[in-house]
């Protein structure tokens, strides 16, 4: 019998996306940001969100490998009010001084909760919709992904301009807790897997497991990881550090005013990805995943207007604009790729194995991102007064890489 994409289970699934995503964009573009306002320094900002990312890379397998063990229902609820915790903790210890430790060490926890929670996220899909309804179902969640990113930034940059940092954690607690208590009421079907010995062991094997899947079974799916790791090294770690550190100490917006337009420019992102996560969902049946590589080479080429704005001294408010119309067009291609990516991987994994490979892919795309925020925290402060040089660099760099990604997505027997 087919299953319907809407069932209530999915449909609280979504729901507690919003609330939860909604949260988590607020709160990791205020705290990073705080920190930046008090110091200035886009090298610290660089070693602080790279810092952030290693828990992610570490935690994601172990939250793959749990989510193919235990109910994918409890990991969310227990991680949403977990991360409730975290947030009231830091908030009760921020006007106490030394706000560089206690901002890395929470930074490091919420990317770890992240890394944890995503597998379960993803792994639950293939259980709660059919086969026919992956492309969209994973539309879905990455529309509310970046609608969350859209509204959190943007409110979280006002409230954060007006008020200051800790009305946005108090949001965000309520947000957690509230999604949380909505998780509650879902049912995914689950299956318990006999456990191979002890932790270590079992980890060892279900990692194992995974890898041999994706090396022999499924090369084409280690050939993608490979190319996200290089994207995500020389053009989303650029974005990363470099869209707050130029929208907020080198473009001259004044800044109140800069906190604000910084906010905008991350809901612009958003923005890209929530009409990127639209159109894949709408064009399901048109997009072929062997074009997947022309996306890539799109995300590159939009660099290059960025880099140009800046070398030109454009006005702030100008060399503004074109960074952010830049950044929502990468987001809009970056998302249908990605949308395409993981329904071909849904589509081709076994549901007793989903949560684990889903996990090791992660994983890996991710182990990129803390060597990356670091290289451009320390590329930004050396190119200081020229960082278009710094924009270029990634520019070039990964539009090389997209180009010679191409014959990896032309098989015809690709899902």
């Known amino acids: 019998m087919e299953r319907r994409l809407f069932s209530k289970d999915f449909t609280l699934v979504v729901a507690g996306q919003v609330i939860s995503l909604f949260g988590n964009a607020a709160v990791r573009f205020a705290l990073p940001l705080y920190l930046l306002n008090l110091t200035g320094s886009s090298a610290l900002y660089g070693t602080v969100t790279a810092c952030a990312f290693i828990p992610a890379v570490l935690m994601s397998p172990v939250g793959g490998i749990v989510a193919d063990r235990v109910n994918k229902r409890n990991i969310m609820v227990l991680l949403d009010f977990f991360t409730a915790a975290v947030i009231f903790v830091f908030s009760m210890l921020m006007d106490r001084g030394g706000i560089v430790l206690p901002v890395t060490v929470t930074m490091m926890l919420l990317y770890g909760i992240a890394g944890a929670y995503q597998p379960s996220v993803q792994a639950s899909i293939p259980a709660l919709v059919g086969q026919e309804h992956f492309m969209a ?162 995300c590159a080429a939009c660099v290059f207007p960025m880099a140009a704005s800046l070398a030109l001294s454009l006005p702030g408010m100008a060399n503004y604009i074109v960074i952010t119309l830049c950044c929502f067009v990468i987001m809009v291609f970056s998302t249908v790729f990605t949308v395409q990516m993981m329904s071909y991987i849904q589509a081709e994994t076994p549901q007793s194995i989903i949560g684990k490979v889903i996990a090791v892919i992660l994983t890996v795309g991710m182990c990129a991102q803390p060597l990356g925020n670091a290289l451009y925290g320390v590329l930004f402060e050396m190119c200081r007064g020229f960082e278009y040089a710094a924009v270029l660099f990634s520019g070039i760099v990964s539009l090389a890489i997209a180009l010679g990604t191409r014959n990896v997505f032309r098989d015809k027997n690709l899902y």
């Open 137 to 298: 179902a994973n539309s879905v969640i990455n529309i509310v992904n970046s609608f969350a990113s859209l509204t959190g930034p943007v409110l979280g940059g006002i409230l954060y301009s007006a008020y200051g940092l800790r009305p946005v954690l108090e949001v965000c607690v309520v947000c957690f807790v509230l999604s949380a208590v909505m998780e509650i009421f879902i049912h995914i079907p689950f299956q318990r897997q006999e456990p191979g010995g002890g932790i270590l062991r079992t980890v060892k094997a279900d990692f194992g497991e995974s890898i041999r899947f994706i090396k022999e079974e499924k090369p084409v799916i280690g050939k993608v990881v490979v190319i996200v790791c290089g994207i995500n090294l020389f053009l989303s770690a650029m974005l990363i550090v470099g869209l707050p550190y130029l929208v907020t100490e080198v473009l001259d917006l004044g800044g109140a005013q800069a906190n604000r337009l910084y906010g905008y420019a991350e809901g612009a992102l958003a923005a890209g990805g929530l009409l990127g996560g639209i159109g894949a969902g709408v064009f399901a049946g048109r997009l072929k995943v062997q074009k997947a590589g022309n996306l890539l080479i799109s």
